[in-house]
């Protein structure tokens, strides 16, 4: 059993479009995470939520809307995308200790690539 | 100044040999660290995690952590071609912030 899944893994989509990721997790986690990948490697935190309560928002366009309806799920949602976005996106969790200490879960990620 | 450094390699050695990974970092605050390793197209997985100075073994891994210096180490001994991965450091004092990755492969 996958313990943090996400889908899809891959997206190819056109500039503009809207897109959805998924993430699912079944670790009994109260904290859960959206992290972006850049071609370098950079992974950056992007989102964090606890108990379904938004507790970071990093600098973001606000045409990316994350989503938690309930502690085991976290969807992201994307508006008119564009090129920057092309990257690979990652979903984690932690209990709620695991925040501060670091040790997160992460799903196989969803490669998006906007063309 | 990144709060995180890490140099991305690609760095290649033969198998066996003893590998040592880095990262510097510039803020006080960091409490806990942490090495993840990431395969090809795969999420991060935790692979060490130390709270603190001082030195914590795993096997043929050992993590080194030197607060004065602001100075991380892992540590791999008789590197076999399954550790080539991406191996990223990651620091907290209440927020996550990795560094960027060092890209290893261990050649047969």
């Known amino acids: 059993d996958t313990a943090v899944s996400q889908t899809p893994k891959y997206l190819v989509t056109q500039m503009g479009n809207d897109k959805s990721i998924k993430c699912e997790q079944n670790l009994g986690h109260d904290t859960m995470y959206w992290y972006k990948q850049d071609s370098k490697k950079f992974l950056k935190i992007m989102f964090s939520y606890n108990n379904k309560e938004l507790i970071i928002n990093e600098t973001v366009p606000n045409r990316f809307s994350p989503k938690s309806p309930d502690k085991a799920h976290l969807n992201l949602h994307i508006n008119s995308l564009e090129l920057g976005d092309s990257a690979v996106y990652f979903c984690?969790?932690?209990?709620?200790?695991?925040?501060?200490?670091?040790?997160?879960?992460f799903g196989e990620g969803s490669r998006l690539t906007v063309l | 100044q990144k709060e995180v450094e890490q140099d991305p390699g690609p760095l290649s050695v033969p198998e066996g040999a003893i590998v040592s990974l880095n990262c510097t970092y510039s803020n006080s605050a960091f409490q806990y660290f942490m090495w993840y390793r990431q395969y090809s197209r795969k999420g991060p997985e935790l692979l060490m995690y130390?709270?603190?100075?001082g030195n914590k073994e795993d096997g043929r891994f050992t993590a080194q952590v030197d607060k004065s210096s602001k100075y991380i180490s892992l540590f791999i001994r008789d590197s076999q071609p399954s550790d080539s991965a991406t191996y990223l450091c990651a620091m907290s004092g209440g927020k996550l912030i990795f560094g960027q990755g060092t890209e290893l492969s261990v050649k047969p």
């Open positions: 984690a969790s932690s209990q709620e200790t695991g925040a501060s200490t670091g040790e997160l879960f």
């Open positions: 130390t709270y603190s100075s």
